[in-house]
């Protein structure tokens, strides 16, 4: 079973940055597609980031510009930096394969002020 861990969020200012970090318990980042998912209170899950195991990059349009996925293999990571955060951007982020294969962590919070 792998376990997802989500660390970075807070509150920040809009118009600031934050870089998110998701590490797994096993190796799986070379063999899926891996996405940042986000959920903001009382609407579904959605996917604003995957990075493919070749290394290609695909964003929502809310986020196209201001979100940067990336993958560690060694270090078996992925990040999200963050640039130029709106309020809108208020959510719980989680990451996972897309789709998603394993059980979600408890997610990372960003509370975007305005």
């Known amino acids: 079973q792998v376990q997802l861990v989500e660390s970075g969020g807070g509150l920040v200012q809009s118009g600031g940055s934050l870089t998110l970090s998701c590490t797994a318990s096993?190796?799986?980042?070379?063999?899926?597609?891996m996405g940042w998912y986000r959920q903001a209170p009382g609407l579904q899950r959605d996917l604003v980031a995957e990075?493919?195991?070749?290394?290609?990059?695909n964003y929502a349009d809310s986020v196209k510009g201001r979100f940067t996925i990336s993958v560690d293999n060694a270090k078996n990571t992925v990040y999200l930096q963050i640039n130029s955060l709106k309020p809108e951007d208020t959510a719980v982020y989680y990451c996972n394969t897309k789709p998603a294969l394993y059980s979600w962590g408890k997610g990372t919070l960003v509370t975007v002020s305005s």
């Open positions: 096993r190796v799986i980042f070379r063999r899926y597609t």
């Open positions: 990075c493919t195991s070749g290394g290609s990059t």
